[in-house]
Protein backbone atom coordinates (compact mmCIF):
# COMPACT_ATOMS: atom_id res chain seq x y z
CA UNK A 1 0.00 0.00 0.00
CA UNK A 2 0.80 2.96 -1.00
CA UNK A 3 2.47 5.96 1.99
CA UNK A 4 -0.59 8.34 0.95
CA UNK A 5 -3.50 5.42 0.87
CA UNK A 6 -2.05 4.56 4.57
CA UNK A 7 -2.48 7.97 5.24
CA UNK A 8 -6.10 8.48 3.59
CA UNK A 9 -6.92 5.01 5.61
CA UNK A 10 -5.29 6.02 9.08
CA UNK A 11 -7.44 9.36 8.83
CA UNK A 12 -10.99 7.45 7.79
CA UNK A 13 -10.12 5.25 11.04
CA UNK A 14 -9.42 7.79 13.10
CA UNK A 15 -12.67 9.59 11.84
CA UNK A 16 -14.56 7.10 12.64
CA UNK A 17 -13.10 6.29 16.11
CA UNK A 18 -14.05 9.83 16.89
CA UNK A 19 -17.63 9.54 15.50
CA UNK A 20 -17.92 6.18 18.34
CA UNK A 21 -16.17 7.98 21.00
CA UNK A 22 -18.72 10.97 20.19
CA UNK A 23 -21.63 8.77 20.10
CA UNK A 24 -20.93 7.07 23.21
CA UNK A 25 -19.58 9.83 25.62
CA UNK A 26 -21.17 13.00 24.31
CA UNK A 27 -18.88 15.56 22.57
CA UNK A 28 -18.29 17.26 25.23
CA UNK A 29 -16.96 14.76 27.26
CA UNK A 30 -14.60 13.40 24.80
CA UNK A 31 -11.41 13.76 24.40
CA UNK A 32 -8.80 13.43 21.92
CA UNK A 33 -6.82 10.90 23.94
CA UNK A 34 -10.10 8.89 24.07
CA UNK A 35 -10.16 9.16 20.57
CA UNK A 36 -6.53 8.04 19.73
CA UNK A 37 -7.01 4.89 21.59
CA UNK A 38 -10.18 4.12 20.18
CA UNK A 39 -8.47 4.33 16.85
CA UNK A 40 -4.94 2.32 17.51
CA UNK A 41 -2.86 5.70 17.52
CA UNK A 42 -0.76 7.66 19.71
CA UNK A 43 -2.13 11.05 20.79
CA UNK A 44 0.56 12.95 19.37
CA UNK A 45 -0.19 11.22 15.74
CA UNK A 46 -3.16 11.75 15.75
CA UNK A 47 -3.02 15.74 16.07
CA UNK A 48 -0.81 15.22 13.01
CA UNK A 49 -3.96 14.86 11.06
CA UNK A 50 -6.16 17.21 13.32
CA UNK A 51 -4.93 20.11 15.40
CA UNK A 52 -8.25 20.37 17.58
CA UNK A 53 -11.47 18.04 18.61
CA UNK A 54 -13.58 20.97 16.71
CA UNK A 55 -11.94 20.02 13.69
CA UNK A 56 -11.95 16.39 13.92
CA UNK A 57 -16.07 17.21 14.75
CA UNK A 58 -16.20 18.91 11.52
CA UNK A 59 -14.54 16.15 9.06
CA UNK A 60 -17.08 13.67 9.87
CA UNK A 61 -19.77 15.11 7.71
CA UNK A 62 -17.22 15.18 5.24
CA UNK A 63 -16.64 12.06 4.70
CA UNK A 64 -20.30 10.42 5.15
CA UNK A 65 -21.82 13.34 2.88
CA UNK A 66 -19.08 12.37 0.02
CA UNK A 67 -20.45 9.60 -1.55
CA UNK A 68 -24.47 10.32 -1.18
CA UNK A 69 -23.50 14.04 -3.28
CA UNK A 70 -21.47 11.71 -5.76
CA UNK A 71 -24.46 9.18 -6.03
CA UNK A 72 -27.15 12.10 -5.67
CA UNK A 73 -25.28 13.92 -9.07
CA UNK A 74 -24.91 10.76 -10.82
CA UNK A 75 -28.32 9.80 -10.63
CA UNK A 76 -30.06 13.53 -10.79
CA UNK A 77 -30.01 13.56 -14.93
CA UNK A 78 -31.87 10.71 -15.14
CA UNK A 79 -34.76 11.49 -13.18
CA UNK A 80 -37.17 13.55 -15.04
CA UNK A 81 -40.07 15.90 -13.62
CA UNK A 82 -39.24 17.99 -9.91
CA UNK A 83 -41.48 15.42 -7.91
CA UNK A 84 -39.22 12.11 -9.23
CA UNK A 85 -36.00 14.45 -8.25
CA UNK A 86 -37.85 15.31 -4.96
CA UNK A 87 -38.58 11.73 -4.18
CA UNK A 88 -35.13 10.82 -4.65
CA UNK A 89 -33.33 13.44 -2.32
CA UNK A 90 -36.33 12.80 0.49
CA UNK A 91 -34.94 9.53 -0.06
CA UNK A 92 -31.48 9.54 0.13
CA UNK A 93 -31.74 12.13 3.20
CA UNK A 94 -33.89 9.00 5.16
CA UNK A 95 -31.29 6.50 3.61
CA UNK A 96 -28.13 8.01 4.65
CA UNK A 97 -29.68 8.88 8.30
CA UNK A 98 -31.08 5.35 8.98
CA UNK A 99 -28.22 3.20 8.27
CA UNK A 100 -25.59 5.47 9.91
CA UNK A 101 -27.40 6.45 13.08
CA UNK A 102 -24.10 7.11 15.00
CA UNK A 103 -23.67 10.06 12.74
CA UNK A 104 -27.94 10.81 12.43
CA UNK A 105 -27.30 11.40 15.99
CA UNK A 106 -24.12 13.44 15.59
CA UNK A 107 -25.82 15.37 12.91
CA UNK A 108 -28.65 16.17 15.43
CA UNK A 109 -27.73 16.13 18.75
CA UNK A 110 -24.18 18.18 18.37
CA UNK A 111 -23.77 19.95 14.92
CA UNK A 112 -27.36 21.37 14.17
CA UNK A 113 -26.80 23.39 17.59
CA UNK A 114 -23.22 23.97 16.96
CA UNK A 115 -22.78 27.60 15.01
CA UNK A 116 -19.52 27.14 14.55
CA UNK A 117 -20.14 24.03 12.05
CA UNK A 118 -21.96 26.64 9.72
CA UNK A 119 -18.78 28.41 9.13
CA UNK A 120 -16.98 25.74 8.02
CA UNK A 121 -16.10 24.04 4.32
CA UNK A 122 -17.83 20.81 5.77
CA UNK A 123 -21.19 23.17 5.93
CA UNK A 124 -20.67 23.58 2.50
CA UNK A 125 -21.19 20.07 1.34
CA UNK A 126 -24.46 20.06 3.65
CA UNK A 127 -25.71 23.02 1.94
CA UNK A 128 -25.20 21.51 -1.77
CA UNK A 129 -28.10 18.87 -0.64
CA UNK A 130 -29.99 21.26 0.49
CA UNK A 131 -29.73 23.85 -1.88
CA UNK A 132 -30.45 21.10 -4.67
CA UNK A 133 -33.84 20.43 -3.19
CA UNK A 134 -34.55 23.85 -2.92
CA UNK A 135 -33.33 24.20 -6.89
CA UNK A 136 -35.74 21.59 -7.93
CA UNK A 137 -39.08 22.72 -5.95
CA UNK A 138 -38.31 26.00 -7.62
CA UNK A 139 -37.78 24.23 -11.08
CA UNK A 140 -41.54 22.14 -10.44
CA UNK A 141 -42.90 26.08 -9.54
CA UNK A 142 -41.27 27.35 -13.10
CA UNK A 143 -42.41 24.66 -15.23
CA UNK A 144 -45.65 24.53 -13.90
CA UNK A 145 -45.60 21.47 -12.13
CA UNK A 146 -46.43 23.47 -8.60
CA UNK A 147 -48.94 26.44 -7.99
CA UNK A 148 -47.26 29.55 -8.86
CA UNK A 149 -47.43 31.05 -5.22
CA UNK A 150 -45.45 28.26 -3.84
CA UNK A 151 -43.02 29.41 -1.14
CA UNK A 152 -40.06 27.17 -2.17
CA UNK A 153 -37.97 28.27 0.94
CA UNK A 154 -40.86 27.02 3.53
CA UNK A 155 -41.66 23.55 1.26
CA UNK A 156 -38.01 22.68 1.78
CA UNK A 157 -37.81 23.50 5.39
CA UNK A 158 -41.43 21.57 5.36
CA UNK A 159 -39.61 18.41 4.15
CA UNK A 160 -36.30 18.68 5.98
CA UNK A 161 -38.12 19.35 9.24
CA UNK A 162 -40.05 16.32 8.93
CA UNK A 163 -37.20 13.81 7.57
CA UNK A 164 -35.11 16.04 10.70
CA UNK A 165 -38.35 14.79 13.22
CA UNK A 166 -38.73 11.50 12.13
CA UNK A 167 -34.94 10.76 12.64
CA UNK A 168 -35.05 12.30 16.17
CA UNK A 169 -37.77 10.57 17.37
CA UNK A 170 -35.64 6.95 16.23
CA UNK A 171 -32.48 8.37 18.06
CA UNK A 172 -34.69 9.14 21.54
CA UNK A 173 -37.65 6.27 21.28
CA UNK A 174 -36.21 3.60 18.75
CA UNK A 175 -39.37 4.59 16.48
CA UNK A 176 -40.03 4.70 13.58
CA UNK A 177 -37.65 1.22 12.40
CA UNK A 178 -37.16 2.05 9.43
CA UNK A 179 -36.94 5.67 8.05
CA UNK A 180 -36.70 5.15 4.23
CA UNK A 181 -40.17 3.67 4.30
CA UNK A 182 -41.41 7.31 4.53
CA UNK A 183 -39.94 8.49 1.68
CA UNK A 184 -43.70 8.60 -0.22
CA UNK A 185 -45.88 9.48 2.42
CA UNK A 186 -43.41 12.81 3.28
CA UNK A 187 -43.22 13.29 -0.66
CA UNK A 188 -46.78 12.98 -1.32
CA UNK A 189 -48.23 14.86 1.69
CA UNK A 190 -45.94 17.89 1.14
CA UNK A 191 -45.98 18.01 -2.52
CA UNK A 192 -49.90 17.24 -3.49
CA UNK A 193 -50.39 20.38 -2.03
CA UNK A 194 -48.68 22.45 -3.62
CA UNK A 195 -49.58 20.27 -7.34
CA UNK A 196 -50.74 22.56 -10.02
CA UNK A 197 -54.63 20.77 -10.98
CA UNK A 198 -54.67 19.65 -14.33
CA UNK A 199 -56.72 21.44 -16.90
CA UNK A 200 -57.54 18.54 -18.88
CA UNK A 201 -60.22 16.04 -18.18
CA UNK A 202 -62.09 13.15 -19.47
CA UNK A 203 -65.52 11.82 -18.99
CA UNK A 204 -65.23 7.74 -18.71
CA UNK A 205 -69.15 6.14 -19.19
CA UNK A 206 -69.73 2.88 -18.44
CA UNK A 207 -72.12 1.54 -21.22
CA UNK A 208 -73.97 -1.31 -18.70
CA UNK A 209 -74.42 1.60 -16.22
CA UNK A 210 -76.27 3.39 -18.49
CA UNK A 211 -78.02 0.49 -19.81
CA UNK A 212 -79.69 -0.04 -16.11
CA UNK A 213 -80.27 3.55 -15.72
CA UNK A 214 -81.91 4.15 -18.41
CA UNK A 215 -83.87 0.61 -17.30
CA UNK A 216 -84.38 1.93 -13.72
CA UNK A 217 -86.04 5.25 -15.18
CA UNK A 218 -88.64 3.52 -17.49
CA UNK A 219 -89.61 1.43 -14.41
CA UNK A 220 -90.54 4.68 -12.54
CA UNK A 221 -92.07 6.36 -15.30
CA UNK A 222 -93.96 3.05 -15.62
CA UNK A 223 -95.28 3.20 -12.21
CA UNK A 224 -96.58 6.31 -12.35
CA UNK A 225 -98.70 5.85 -15.10
CA UNK A 226 -96.91 8.14 -17.15
CA UNK A 227 -95.95 5.35 -19.90
CA UNK A 228 -98.86 3.71 -19.95
CA UNK A 229 -101.17 6.85 -20.39
CA UNK A 230 -98.79 7.33 -23.64
CA UNK A 231 -99.77 4.31 -24.44
CA UNK A 232 -103.67 4.51 -24.54
CA UNK A 233 -103.51 7.68 -26.54
Same mark, same amino acid.
Given at each position: ???????????????????????????????????????????????????????????????????????MEYVAPYLRGAEAKIRSIVQGYLTIYDSNP???????????TNRKFLKTKTYGMVRKVSGALLEVIKEGIK???????????????????????????????????? $????????? /???? =????? &? !? +??????????? $????????? /???? =????? &? !? +????
Amino acid at each position: MARNDIKIARKDNIIDSALQVFAEKGYADATMTDIAKKAGVSTPALYEYFKTKEDLLFAIPEKFMEEPIRIMEYVAPYLRGAEAKIRSIVQGYLTIYDSNPLYASLVMLELKTNRKFLKTKTYGMVRKVSGALLEVIKEGIKDGTFKENTDAFLIRSMILGTIEHLCIRKLLLGEPKN $LPQYTDAIV /DTII =NSIKK &E !S +KNFSINLNVND $LITQKIETA /DNLE =NKGII &E !S +KRKK
